[in-house]
């Protein structure tokens, strides 16, 4: 049963008195999603939207939104993923781009500068309580509403350069990224009793397959609005999870916090993905709490992960294996290349290609990632850097190119540098330099930050900015990003 039945019959089927989701320790019951998904649905067929049509979907982690998310898919529709993250001239910007002929949103995000009025540009603005009631908020959903036949979501992401763009994920890429995942009933029973927790972004690929994931095999799921220590602590407690995910940054805060041991007893396995994950890191994990970290690699065009390790695979190749990101997943192909498009021998670095049906072009097709990548006489792959020049903060991805142009929007700003420097628990971080417009007054680092945080979102904002009357340059005149990084250092050591 594919990922589209299986919600639908989750919709029609559920007993309504079974627990759901859980959001800030109170449970949603199958009744309520019912309900919310139920309203959003006879939303879409009042307002005439055609099956296969585009719905825009602000994504929060709250229960609502998941019914949200059910309720599209089930219905034989496309989300459309909108990030609240993004400040408000930005998401509206962004509906414009896209141009859904129906957005759901929340309260809040419709309430914000702009928003409201570039959803009902284009089409018909549902909003959505906390309670899971919907309400129109304005607009119409076009006549002739376009539809994207086939494709289950339009899934948020960022480019080599340039604005985020979107990932097109069909119906058969879901599903066999949750097959080859495990992530497909046991049984023939709808629910279970088990549990599973989603912390990670639901607009981000590893929020929405861990979501999918408890929806196609009945797990009831512990939704959480991010990472944070203690709540998720107790999370694991409360509820004795056996199994869990975490971002590289998230393993280091809890072994930076030396949790007591205790606190984890239940834990049998942890998953990471989304960055790559120091083997120190992983290992010192391990050592620390007995608790294997299975790494896994996978991007938002594969629908999720199509590589990683299992706890057979932990047991008996982790002391020499100590690092990789795993062995492909079945129904997987993994090679490595070099500049002329040739499979390279075993060992080489090279960049990384990917050949299986999760991919928009098909089981047969070899996909180029930006990842750089050796596969080793075993099949285990090492991920060893990239070939562009995203920087991953704790496991989300910026763009120099996109926080460059932000910072020279600034009348005093000439040209701007990014790069990403070495961060201890969130593998990187972007720090930016600028210099400064000849004759202008020059601008405060405090004023360029309040710039970025109100086009950027949160985790693309420069974690330092320092002033330049000159940028480094390397003979050829380009910024020596490596220069950039050493003025930074010096920098932050002298206020240190």
Same mark, same amino acid.
């Given at each position: 049963?594919?990922?589209?039945?299986?919600?639908?019959?989750?919709?029609?089927?559920?007993?309504?008195?079974?627990?759901?989701?859980?959001?800030?320790?109170?449970? =949603?019951?199958?009744?309520?999603?019912?309900?919310?998904?139920?309203?959003?649905?006879?939303?879409?067929? !009042?307002?005439?939207?055609?099956?296969?049509?585009?719905?825009?979907?602000?994504?929060?982690?709250?229960?609502?939104?998941?019914?949200?998310?059910? #309720?599209?898919?089930?219905?034989?529709?496309?989300?459309?993923?909108?990030?609240?993250?993004?400040? #408000?001239?930005?998401?509206? #910007?962004?509906?414009?781009?896209?141009?859904?002929?129906?957005?759901?949103?929340?309260? @809040?995000?419709?309430?914000?500068?702009?928003?409201?009025?570039?959803?009902?540009?284009?089409?018909?603005?549902?909003?959505?309580?906390?309670?899971?009631?919907?309400?129109?908020?304005?607009?119409?959903? $076009?006549?002739?509403?376009?539809?994207? $036949?086939?494709?289950?979501?339009?899934?948020? +992401?960022?480019?080599?350069?340039?604005?985020?763009?979107?990932?097109?994920?069909?119906?058969?890429?879901?599903? %066999?990224?949750?097959?080859?995942?495990?992530?497909? $009933?046991?049984?023939?029973?709808?629910?279970?009793?088990?549990?599973?927790?989603?912390?990670?972004?639901?607009?981000?690929?590893?929020?929405? =397959?861990?979501?999918?994931?408890?929806?196609?095999?009945?797990?009831?799921?512990?939704?959480?609005?991010?990472?944070?220590?203690?709540?998720?602590?107790?999370?694991?407690? *409360?509820?004795?999870?056996?199994?869990?995910?975490?971002?590289?940054?998230?393993?280091?805060?809890?072994?930076?916090?030396?949790?007591?041991?205790?606190?984890?007893?239940?834990?049998?396995?942890?998953?990471?993905?989304?960055?790559?994950?120091?083997?120190?890191? #992983?290992?010192?994990?391990?050592?620390?709490?007995?608790?294997?970290?299975?790494?896994?690699?996978?991007?938002?065009?594969?629908?999720?992960?199509?590589?990683? =390790?299992?706890?057979?695979?932990?047991?008996?190749?982790?002391?020499?294996?100590?690092?990789?990101?795993?062995?492909?997943?079945?129904?997987?192909?993994?090679?490595? !290349?070099?500049?002329?498009?040739?499979?390279?021998?075993?060992?080489?670095?090279? %960049?990384?290609?990917?050949?299986?049906?999760?991919?928009?072009?098909?089981?047969?097709?070899?996909?180029?990632?930006?990842?750089?990548? *050796?596969?080793?006489?075993?099949?285990?792959?090492?991920?060893?850097?990239?070939?562009?020049?995203?920087?991953?903060?704790?496991?989300?991805?910026?763009?120099? @190119?996109?926080?460059?142009?932000?910072? @020279?929007?600034?009348?005093?700003?000439?040209?701007?540098?990014?790069?990403?420097?070495?961060?201890?628990?969130?593998?990187?971080?972007?720090?930016?330099?600028?210099?400064?417009? $000849?004759?202008?007054?020059?601008?405060?680092?405090? @004023?360029?930050?309040?710039?970025?945080?109100?086009?950027?979102?949160?985790?693309?904002?420069?974690?330092?900015?320092?002033?330049?009357?000159?940028?480094?340059? +390397?003979?050829?005149?380009?910024?020596?990003?490596?220069?950039?990084?050493?003025?930074?250092?010096?920098?932050?050591?002298?206020?240190?």
């Amino acid at each position: 049963m594919g990922i589209r039945d299986r919600l639908s019959r989750l919709l029609a089927e559920a007993p309504a008195d079974a627990d759901a989701i859980e959001h800030a320790e109170i449970w =949603w019951t199958w009744g309520r999603v019912q309900e919310t998904a139920g309203a959003v649905i006879d939303a879409f067929e !009042t307002a005439g939207l055609p099956v296969e049509a585009r719905v825009g979907v602000v994504l929060e982690n709250r229960p609502e939104h998941v019914a949200v998310v059910a #309720a599209v898919i089930a219905s034989g529709r496309c989300v459309v993923m909108l990030s609240p993250l993004q400040p #408000a001239a930005r998401l509206a #910007a962004d509906i414009a781009r896209c141009a859904p002929p129906v957005v759901v949103a929340g309260v @809040e995000v419709l309430a914000r500068d702009g928003v409201l009025g570039a959803v009902t540009a284009a089409g018909l603005a549902l909003e959505l309580d906390t309670d899971g009631a919907v309400r129109i908020a304005g607009g119409a959903a $076009p006549v002739d509403a376009p539809t994207n $036949p086939g494709i289950a979501v339009e899934m948020l +992401t960022s480019g080599t350069t340039g604005p985020p763009k979107r990932v097109h994920l069909s119906v058969e890429q879901l599903d %066999q990224a949750l097959a080859s995942g495990g992530q497909t $009933p046991k049984s023939d029973r709808l629910l279970t009793r088990s549990a599973a927790l989603v912390a990670a972004p639901l607009v981000h690929i590893g929020g929405l =397959w861990r979501s999918l994931a408890c929806l196609a095999t009945g797990r009831r799921m512990i939704l959480m609005p991010k990472f944070v220590l203690e709540p998720w602590l107790r999370v694991v407690e *409360r509820h004795q999870l056996r199994a869990v995910s975490l971002v590289p940054a998230a393993l280091r805060t809890v072994l930076d916090a030396d949790v007591p041991k205790d606190r984890l007893a239940s834990l049998q396995v942890v998953t990471s993905g989304t960055a790559p994950c120091p083997a120190e890191l #992983a290992d010192g994990f391990f050592r620390r709490y007995d608790i294997p970290v299975l790494m896994t690699y996978g991007a938002t065009e594969f629908a999720g992960a199509v590589a990683g =390790w299992t706890l057979a695979q932990h047991q008996k190749w982790w002391d020499e294996k100590a690092g990789s990101a795993g062995r492909a997943f079945a129904g997987v192909e993994l090679r490595v !290349t070099g500049e002329d498009g040739a499979e390279l021998p075993v060992g080489s670095t090279g %960049q990384l290609e990917v050949r299986t049906a999760q991919t928009a072009q098909g089981a047969q097709v070899w996909v180029r990632t930006s990842d750089l990548a *050796r596969i080793d006489a075993d099949g285990f792959v090492w991920i060893e850097g990239r070939a562009d020049d995203a920087i991953i903060r704790g496991g989300f991805k910026v763009q120099p @190119e996109l926080v460059q142009r932000v910072l @020279e929007a600034h009348a005093s700003v000439r040209e701007a540098a990014v790069a990403g420097l070495p961060h201890a628990r969130l593998g990187e971080v972007p720090v930016a330099a600028i210099e400064v417009e $000849p004759g202008r007054i020059r601008p405060g680092v405090a @004023e360029l930050i309040a710039l970025c945080r109100n086009q950027l979102m949160p985790y693309e904002v420069p974690a330092h900015i320092v002033v330049l009357d000159e940028l480094p340059r +390397t003979p050829s005149s380009k910024v020596s990003r490596v220069e950039l990084l050493d003025i930074v250092r010096a920098q932050l050591a002298n206020t240190a």
